[in-house]
């Protein structure tokens, strides 16, 4: 019964859902909007510990290559 509901368009499979979860889990201003565009606020995406960490490695791996 659960295949049919998924082929009816009418449950998430699987790999849905964990897409799903995914984005509720990450940035608190994350939209999906359309046919997949992913919308974020880059005020929290620039506050983000991965961003800053991101951004430190980046700029040590330019300070070498000068």
Do not use: C, H, P
């Not at 999906?32 to 700029?59: C, L, N, W, Y």
């Amino acid at each position: 019964m659960s295949m049919v509901l998924e082929l009816l368009g009418l449950k998430l499979s699987e790999k849905q859902q964990d897409i799903k979860d995914l984005v509720e889990k990450s940035y608190k201003t994350v939209r999906v909007v359309g046919r997949g565009t992913v919308k974020i606020d880059e005020s929290e995406v620039v506050k983000s510990k991965g961003f800053r960490e991101a951004r430190e490695k980046a700029e040590l791996l330019f300070k070498n290559i000068r």
